[in-house]
């Protein structure tokens, strides 16, 4: 023991230092190391297996169709009326979108579309834009977006 800890003993009594004898005298208790059953291997290894077949069946490949979600942040890259329909068709009463990326990029492609609808639309959209004090996207950001996206996305 260090000196201080004599020290420390001394002031507090025998009966203290009999403890710490006593403590000093036992073993060290050591966890005992774990061991995992092989079964606990092969049901790890069976469920990454079984997730990556699900990511293998249902991961993009060439050729398939957009998935709705895909199709949700790309459709204002187009200027048809199929695109325009599935943005209108989409709109919140409140004239936003699932998150404000979509609502300024949907409201900028409602800006560029022809219609009474489209019109109306883009009113409550920039409407509910100008509460959260956004702006729809510029024409040249939504080309931008449209030119990344098609640069990734087969659209």
């Known amino acids: 023991m260090t000196r201080d800890l004599e020290e420390t003993l001394a002031e507090l009594g025998p009966g203290y230092r009999e403890v710490v004898e006593r403590l000093r005298g036992c073993e060290a208790v050591r966890p005992a190391p774990r061991r995992f059953a092989p079964a606990a291997y092969l049901a790890a290894a069976?469920?990454?297996?079984?997730?990556?077949?699900?990511?293998?069946?249902?991961?993009?490949?060439?050729?398939?169709?957009?998935?709705?979600?895909?199709?949700?942040?790309?459709a204002a890259?187009?200027?048809?009326?199929?695109?325009?329909?599935?943005?209108?068709?989409?709109?919140?009463?409140?004239?936003?979108?699932?998150?404000?990326?979509?609502?300024r990029q949907n409201a900028a492609?409602?800006?560029?579309?022809?219609?009474?609808?489209?019109?109306?639309?883009?009113?409550?959209?920039?409407?509910?834009?100008?509460s959260k004090?956004?702006?729809?996207?510029?024409?040249e950001e939504l080309d931008l977006r449209s030119a990344a996206a098609r640069s990734i996305v087969r659209l």
């Not at 579309?113 to 834009?129: D, H, I, M, S």
């Not at 004090?133 to 024409?139: A, E, I, S």
């Open 109 to 130: 492609a409602l800006r560029r579309a022809e219609g009474e609808g489209a019109a109306v639309a883009y009113k409550r959209a920039a409407r509910y834009l100008k």
């Open 77 to 103: 890259y187009g200027r048809g009326e199929a695109e325009i329909a599935a943005i209108l068709a989409s709109q919140r009463a409140d004239g936003s979108w699932a998150n404000d990326f979509l609502t």
């Open 46 to 74: 069976s469920v990454a297996a079984a997730l990556l077949g699900v990511v293998c069946v249902f991961a993009a490949r060439p050729g398939r169709t957009q998935s709705e979600a895909t199709r949700a942040y790309t």
């Open 133 to 139: 004090g956004l702006k729809p996207l510029t024409d």
